[in-house]
C-alpha cells in the first residue's frame, strides 16, 4: 500500500477499537475539589473530543469521549478563598507541618495515584493521543520525580537540621513556604509537566490552585478522590473551566503568591499584568522554544539522522524542547537530507493504540490547518517538501514534512511550530546558526552533531551564554529530571528540576539568637522538648 493510501485509511471505525481502551469513555466529569470536599457541577460543561478520528461510510469525525465542567468565576474565587485560608498567613495546618509529615501524606498520595494508573493513562492517550506507551511512561515518570522530589528534600531538610554560629550568632536556616501557589499545565504533558511545579509547591508548605490544562482535563477525574482524602480541606483545589474567564481575575485579586505555568509567554506576560502587586508576585515558568540542531561535517551522519528524528518528531514535535529548525552544514546537507527524508517516511504512523506507533493525530484542534499554512507560506518563498507525501493531511493527521531550503523571510523560520513540520537550512560559515540563536526569542537548549573536538569545544563557550544547555551528538530533552530545566530569553523563569524546584517554591528563613547563656539555654529546650517543627534537629532517614 503506498504512503498515501495509508494515511487516508488512517482511522478506524469504532469496531476496531479494543474493548478496553473504551472503559470509562465517555467519561462525564462533574466533580471538582474545593476546601476539601468534592462538589458536582449541574452547570455547562465543555465536550471533549479525541484528537482520534473515527471513520464510517461517509468519512470521517472527530470521537466523544466525554465532558468537563465549564465552572465560572464564582468558585475560582471560593477556591482561592479555601487556599487563602488554609494558609492562613502561615499559620494554617499545612505549612505549620513538618517536612516529615508533609512527606508522608505525599507518600500517601502516591499510593492511591498508583491505584487509578490504568484510567489516567487511558484517558491521557484519548485526550492528547498519546502512544499508549509513551503514556505509560508519562505516568511512571511523574511517579519517579515524585520520589525523587521526595528523597531531595529529604536531603535538604538533613543538610538544614543542624545549627550555625558565626561571629557569636546562633542561626538555624531552613526554607519556608511562599503562600498561595497557581499551577496550570500544558496538554502535551498533561500529567507529568503538570506535577512538575504541583508536587513542590505542596511539599513545601504551600496551598495550591490547580486548573488542568484544555486539553487533559479529564485525566484529572480518577485523581480526585486521592487528592480529597490525603490532604489536608483547602490545601489543594481542582478547578475546571475557560481559564481566559476565570484565571485574569484570580491573579487581579493580589492573593496569588506564585503563579507555576508551563505554557506561553503571551499567557505569562498577561497575567502578570493583572497581579496588583508584582514585586510580591514570584513567577515559576516553562515558556516556548525554537531548539536548533547543528550538524557539522564529519558528523556520523546515522546518529544525527537518528537523533533528529527523535528530536524533531517524539510526540508529533509537540514539546518544547523538540528540535524545531535544523542547520546542516553545507557539504554534506544533500547526504543529510536524503537519509533523514527516507528515515522519516520510514516512521509507523497510526493510532495511539497500535503496538511500536510513533506518528499519531495532533492534540489541538485546527493544528493542521496551521501547520499546512507554514507549509505552504515555505513553499510560495522558494521551499520544498523534500520527503515524498509529507504534509499529507487527514482530520487531525499530518504527516511530517521536511522543508528545505528554508530563510528567514519564512513564518517557519521565526514561528515555534509545535508539531510534524522540520524547517531545515544550510550552512557554510557557522556564524550562521550562532547569529540565529543570538537574534533568537528563545533560549533554551542546542544540539551539536559533530566529531571534532575543538570544533565543539569552539561552539560551547558562546552557546552556553545562548541557552541553557548544550546537547553533543544527542536530541534536546528534558531529563534526566536532577539536571537543571530552564531557559533563557522568553523560554523560562525560573529552574525547574528536582532540587532547584524545591527550592523555587520556597524561600530561605532563619531564627537566629545572639550567643548567651540565656539564648543558648531556650534553644536548647525548645529542640530538646521538641517545641517547635521548624526550630529542630531531627533528621530524616
Not at 503514556?135 to 511517579?143: L, P, Q
Amino acid at each position: 500500500m503506498m504512503l498515501n493510501e495509508k494515511i487516508q485509511k488512517i482511522f478506524p471505525r469504532f469496531a476496531d477499537i479494543p474493548e478496553i481502551l473504551l472503559k470509562d469513555i465517555p467519561c462525564i466529569q462533574t466533580g471538582y475539589l474545593l476546601n476539601g470536599e468534592i462538589h458536582s457541577w449541574d452547570g455547562p460543561r465543555q465536550e471533549v473530543f479525541s484528537p482520534v478520528w473515527l471513520a464510517d461510510d461517509t468519512g470521517q469525525a472527530p470521537f466523544f469521549i466525554g465532558e468537563y465542567p465549564l465552572l465560572t468565576e464564582t468558585e475560582a474565587f471560593q477556591a482561592l478563598d479555601a487556599a487563602v485560608d488554609a494558609y492562613d498567613h502561615g499559620r494554617g495546618m499545612w505549612p505549620t507541618l513538618s517536612v516529615a509529615e508533609r512527606i508522608d501524606h505525599m507518600e500517601r498520595f502516591i499510593f492511591r495515584m498508583i491505584e487509578v494508573k490504568d484510567r489516567v493513562v487511558r484517558f491521557l492517550m484519548w485526550e492528547v493521543g498519546k502512544s499508549l506507551q509513551d503514556s505509560e511512561k508519562e505516568f511512571d515518570r511523574t511517579i519517579k520525580y515524585i520520589n525523587d522530589t521526595l528523597e531531595a528534600l529529604k536531603d535538604l531538610d538533613r543538610i538544614s537540621s543542624s545549627f550555625t554560629i558565626e561571629e557569636d550568632i546562633i542561626g538555624q536556616i531552613r526554607r519556608a513556604p511562599m503562600g498561595v501557589v497557581l499551577c496550570m499545565g500544558p496538554f502535551n504533558y498533561p500529567l507529568n509537566e503538570t506535577f512538575t511545579t504541583l508536587i513542590p509547591a505542596l511539599v513545601m508548605g504551600n496551598t495550591v490552585i490547580l486548573k488542568p490544562p484544555k486539553h487533559g482535563a479529564l485525566l484529572y477525574a480518577p485523581l480526585l478522590a486521592a487528592f480529597c482524602d490525603v490532604f489536608p480541606k483547602g490545601v489543594i483545589n481542582i478547578i475546571y473551566g475557560e481559564g481566559k474567564k476565570m484565571i485574569p481575575p484570580l491573579m487581579a485579586t493580589g492573593k496569588i503568591n506564585v503563579l507555576g505555568l508551563i505554557g506561553t509567554s503571551k499567557t505569562a506576560n498577561a497575567l502578570k499584568k493583572q497581579h496588583p502587586n508584582p514585586n510580591r508576585l514570584r513567577c515559576v515558568l516553562g515558556l516556548e522554544a525554537k531548539n536548533p540542531a547543528i550538524v557539522l561535517k564529519g558528523a556520523d551522519l546515522d546518529l544525527a539522522v537518528r537523533e533528529c528524528v527523535l528530536g524533531c518528531l517524539s510526540f508529533n514535535g509537540q514539546r518544547c524542547t523538540a528540535l524545531k529548525i535544523l542547520f546542516v552544514e553545507a557539504s554534506i546537507a544533500d547526504a543529510f537530507l536524503e537519509r533523514f527524508a527516507k528515515a522519516i517516511n520510514a516512521l509507523p504512523f497510526g493510532m495511539p493504540w497500535q503496538e511500536g506507533v510513533f506518528v499519531t493525530p495532533v492534540a489541538e484542534k485546527g493544528k493542521t490547518d496551521y501547520l499546512q499554512e507554514l507549509v505552504s507560506d515555505a513553499i510560495i518563498k522558494g521551499a520544498k517538501v523534500v520527503n515524498a507525501d509529507g504534509a499529507t493531511t487527514l482530520g487531525s493527521f499530518f504527516f511530517p514534512a521536511v522543508l528545505y531550503p528554508v530563510h528567514h523571510q519564512m513564518r517557519v523560520y521565526h514561528e515555534e511550530q509545535f508539531g510534524p513540520v522540520i524547517p531545515v537550512l544550510s550552512f557554510d560559515s557557522i556564524s550562521e546558526p550562532v547569529e540565529y540563536m543570538i537574534n533568537s526569542s528563545y533560549g533554551q537548549q542546542v544540539s551539536i552533531f559533530g566529531s571534532d573536538p575543538d570544533q565543539i569545544a569552539r561552539l560551547i563557550d558562546p552557546l552556553v551564554n545562548q541557552v541553557c544547555r548544550v546537547n553533543i551528538n544527542s536530541q534536546c530533552q528534558r531529563g534526566p529530571d536532577t539536571f537543571p530545566f530552564t531557559g533563557r530569553k522568553d523560554s523560562a523563569e525560573g529552574t525547574l528540576s528536582v532540587s532547584d524546584a524545591l527550592r523555587v517554591f520556597s524561600i530561605r528563613t532563619l531564627v537566629a539568637a545572639k550567643k548567651t547563656g540565656l539564648n543558648k539555654q531556650i534553644i536548647t529546650d525548645i529542640v530538646r522538648d521538641h517545641k517547635s517543627k521548624f526550630l529542630a534537629t531531627d533528621f530524616i532517614l
